[in-house]
C-alpha cells in the first residue's frame, strides 16, 4: 500500500512538472538558464578568508568541493564583507544592506521588521524556504533575533542542553548541519527552494576532526576549511542526486575571515584590514551558465541579494544597498570598469569601551578611520602594512569625500568612529583583546585556571579594562571566592556603569559573603537599569529580609509577583516579610496552599508554624513544626 502511495506520487510529480514545462515554454521562456524559479542554495562558511582556499590559489589546503563549483560558476577574486562580525555580516548577505542600516551592529540586537531578508522575499515569491545554522550565535531565540523571519524551517538550538561540551550546545559540525539540511529537503521535495546552509567549523577554536585533525595538525584553521569543504561536498552530492543541481543558483561566501595574526590580531572583529574583509565568492548558475569565469572587479556581500533576486525574476526592495552582479559577469561588461567601493564597518570594538571603526575600500586604496586614522596602497602594499595617511594629502581628501557620500546614506544615529574619537584605539588595545577572547573561549570549555592567566594577564596590560575585570569576577563568583568577585565586580561597575549585568553579579557576590548593606546598592542599581528582570527582584527582596526592612522586602516581592504570579519563591518570600510585620492573617492563606501543593517544602511548614503561632493556633503549630522536623530529618 506504501509503495503504490509513493509511486502515484511519484506519477503526479512528473505530472506536475510536465505541466510545469509546459507554462514555462507557453511563455515564451526558452533558455534553461531563464527557468522563472531555479532553486537557490546559499552555503556561508564562517571565518573563511579568501587567501586559504584552493581555487584562490593556496597550495596547503585540499578544498575540491569548493575548486569544483568556481569550475561550474563564477569566481569573484576581489569580494569583500562590510563587516568582520558573524551575524552582523549575516544579516548583510540576507538583506542587502550596510550593517548601520539594518543596524544589527552587535549580538543580540532585533533585525527591524522594516527590512527584508531573502527568506522573505523569496517566500513570496514562491519559494520553500529553510536555514540549517552551525553556531548558537544566529540562533533566532536568543542572539540573532529576527534573522528566522521568512524561513518556512530555521534550525536553532535546542532550548535546554545538559551536556557541557560545545557540539551541539553552542556549536554544529558541518556534516552535522548539512545532514539536517538533507533530511528536512527530502520532506519538502516541491521547488523551487531556498536553503541556506551556514558553515561554523573554521570559527575558532581549530577542531577538526579526523583525519583533518591529523592530516592539518600543524595548520589546524587550514584543516577546518578542508572539513568544511567536505560538508559542502556531501550537500552537492545530495543535490545532484536529488537533480536539482543542473538548474539551481548556488552562491558561497564568507562571512568574514580571519586575522590569524595579521596586524596582530588573532581572529577577527576588531579590525577593518583585508585578512578579515577579503572573503571567497562563487556563483554557480542555472545550466553552469558563464562556467569558470573569473571576475577580478571589487564586488561586496551587499551584491548578493540583489543577485540573487534578479536571477530569480523576484521583485526587489525599495532599498537595497548593493547592485545584482549579473551585468558583471556578461561579456560585454567585463571589460567595462567597476566602481564598486566597499564601506566596512565595525562597532565591536565599543563593547570593551574602544573606538568603532569605519573604512572605504577603492581604486585599490583603503581609508580606515579611527582615532589614529589610516591610509594604504593596496597595489604596492597588499597587506597593509605602510601607512600613508598624511591629513593634507590629496588622496586622503578624495577618499574622505567618497566617504562622506556614503555616510551620507547611513541613518544619523548610527555609531561613526567620530564619535569614537576620544576612546582609545582599538590598535593599541589588540594584545588585550585577544587575552580576553581566550579568556573567554577557556570559560566556555570549563578551563577556569587558564581563564584566570588569560584574564589577569589582561589586567596587567589595562588595569582599567571592565571587561577583564567582569569577566574575572564571574570566574570567582562560580569558583566560590565571594570577596575576591565582588571586588572586581565593584571596580567593573565603576568603570562601566551601565552594566546592569556586572551590578547584578555584584549584587550576588556581596549576598553570598554576607555583605547586606553592599548587596541591596548593587541590586537596586541594576534594577534601575533593567526592570524586569526576575532574578534580581528577589535576590533584593531576600537581601531586604536579611536587613530586617520588611516593608521593602514586600514591596519587591510583590513586584516580582506581578511578573510571575506563581513563582514560589516570590510567594514564600511575601509571606516572610508578611510574618516579620506581624501580618500573620495577610501570610497565612498563601502559605496554607503552598504546604498543601508541596507538603515536602521544609521552608513553608515553618513560616507556617510562625504563622500559626502569631495567630495563637498553637496546636496548629505544633503540627506543621512536626511535619517540618521529620523533613529536616531526612
Ligand atoms: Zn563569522
Known amino acids: 500500500m506504501r509503495r503504490l502511495a509513493i ?8 505530472i506536475f512538472v510536465g505541466i510545469a514545462f509546459l507554462a514555462t515554454t507557453a511563455s515564451g521562456q526558452t533558455s534553461a538558464s531563464r527557468n522563472p524559479s531555479p532553486d537557490v542554495y546559499l552555503i556561508t562558511i564562517d571565518t573563511l578568508r579568501a587567501d586559504h582556499v584552493g581555487c584562490y590559489g593556496y597550495k596547503q589546503v585540499e578544498t575540491p568541493a569548493l575548486d569544483a563549483l568556481a569550475a561550474d560558476g563564477v569566481r569573484f577574486t576581489e569580494a569583500f564583507t562590510h563587516s568582520p562580525i558573524t551575524n552582523t555580516s549575516h544579516i548583510t548577505i540576507l538583506t542587502g544592506l550596510l550593517p548601520s542600516v539594518h543596524g544589527v551592529t552587535d549580538f543580540g540586537i532585533p533585525l527591524s521588521p522594516q527590512h527584508f531578508t531573502a527568506a522573505e522575499l523569496l517566500k513570496k515569491h514562491g519559494y520553500q524556504t529553510a536555514a540549517f545554522i552551525g553556531a548558537v550565535i544566529l540562533d533566532s531565540n536568543t542572539l540573532a533575533p529576527g534573522l528566522d523571519r521568512g524561513f518556512d524551517f530555521y534550525d536553532n538550538f535546542p532550548v535546554k542542553t545538559d551536556t557541557k561540551e560545545r557540539w551541539g550546545r553552542v556549536e554544529r559540525r558541518g556534516m552535522e548541519v548539512v545532514e539536517h539540511a538533507e533530511a528536512w529537503f527530502d520532506k519538502h521535495r516541491t521547488g523551487p527552494h531556498f536553503v541556506w546552509v551556514h558553515l561554523y567549523d573554521p570559527h575558532d577554536p581549530y577542531e577538526p576532526p579526523p583525519p583533518f585533525s591529523e592530516k592539518y595538525k600543524d595548520h589546524l584553521y587550514d584543516g577546518e576549511i578542508a572539513y568544511a569543504d567536505s560538508a559542502v561536498a556531501h550537500w552537492i552530492a545530495f543535490l545532484k542526486k536529488a537533480g536539482v543541481y543542473d538548474n539551481a543558483i548556488v552562491v558561497v561566501t564568507g562571512d568574514h575571515g580571519e586575522g590569524l595574526g595579521d596586524h596582530g590580531e588573532e581572529t577577527h572583529g576588531l579590525f577593518l584590514y583585508d585578512s578579515t574583509l577579503h572573503i571567497p565568492l562563487l556563483l554557480k548558475m542555472p545550466a553552469a551558465a558563464h562556467r569558470g569565469t573569473v571576475i577580478d572587479a571589487q564586488v561586496r556581500t551587499t551584491d548578493i541579494l540583489p543577485t540573487i533576486l534578479s536571477a530569480t525574476d523576484t521583485p526587489a526592495p525599495a532599498e537595497l544597498n548593493g547592485e545584482s552582479l549579473l551585468p558583471l559577469i556578461t561579456e560585454v561588461a567585463q571589460s567595462a570598469p567597476s566602481n564598486r567601493a566597499l564601506f566596512g564597518e565595525t562597532d565591536y570594538p565599543l563593547r570593551w569601551g574602544w573606538a568603532p571603526l569605519r573604512a ?23 597587506k597593509e602594512l605602510k601607512n600613508l595617511y598624511a591629513i593634507d594629502s590629496s588622496k586622503v581628501q578624495s577618499m574622505q569625500a567618497e566617504m562622506a557620500k556614503w555616510k551620507a546614506k547611513l541613518p544619523p ?31 566556555d570549555d570549563n578551563r577556569s585556571s587558564d581563564a584566570r592567566q588569560f584574564l589577569e594577564k589582561a589586567l596587567q596590560l589595562d588595569p582599567s579594562s571592565p571587561t577583564a575585570l567582569r569577566q574575572l569576577g564571574e570566574l570567582e563568583l562560580g569558583a566560590g571566592d565571594f570577596a575576591k568577585a565582588a571586588a572586581h565586580l565593584k571596580r567593573a561597575c565603576e568603570l562601566r556603569p551601565d552594566d546592569s549585568t556586572a551590578e547584578f553579579e555584584l549584587g550576588e557576590a556581596a549576598e553570598k559573603s554576607g555583605d547586606w548593606p553592599g548587596a541591596r546598592d548593587a541590586l537596586e542599581a541594576s534594577l534601575k537599569l533593567a526592570p524586569s528582570q526576575m532574578s534580581a527582584r528577589l535576590l533584593l527582596g531576600h537581601v531586604y529580609l536579611q536587613l530586617k526592612d520588611a516593608k521593602n522586602a514586600e514591596d519587591q516581592f510583590e513586584a516580582a509577583l506581578l511578573v510571575d504570579s506563581n513563582n514560589s519563591d516570590g510567594r514564600l518570600g511575601l509571606a516572610e516579610a508578611q510574618i516579620q510585620q506581624s501580618n500573620f492573617a495577610g501570610a497565612l492563606p498563601d502559605l496554607e496552599a503552598l504546604a498543601k501543593s508541596d507538603p515536602h517544602n521544609g521552608l513553608a511548614l515553618r513560616l507556617l508554624t510562625q504563622a500559626y503561632r502569631g495567630l495563637g493556633r498553637e496546636q496548629d503549630a505544633k503540627r506543621t513544626e512536626a511535619q517540618a522536623a521529620v523533613l529536616e530529618k531526612k
Request: aromatic share 4%; glycine share 4%; net charge negative.
Open 413 to 443: 544615529s548610527s555609531a561613526s568612529a567620530k564619535q569614537g574619537e576620544t576612546l582609545p584605539d582599538p590598535k593599541d588595545k589588540v594584545e588585550v583583546q585577544n587575552l580576553l577572547h581566550n579568556a573567554m573561549l577557556a570559560s
Open 7 to 14: 509511486r502515484i506520487g511519484i506519477i503526479f510529480v512528473q
Open 360 to 382: 572605504l575600500r577603492a581604486d585599490n586604496t583603503k581609508l580606515i578611520e579611527a582615532p589614529r586614522p589610516e591610509l594604504y596602497d593596496l597595489q604596492a602594499d597588499p
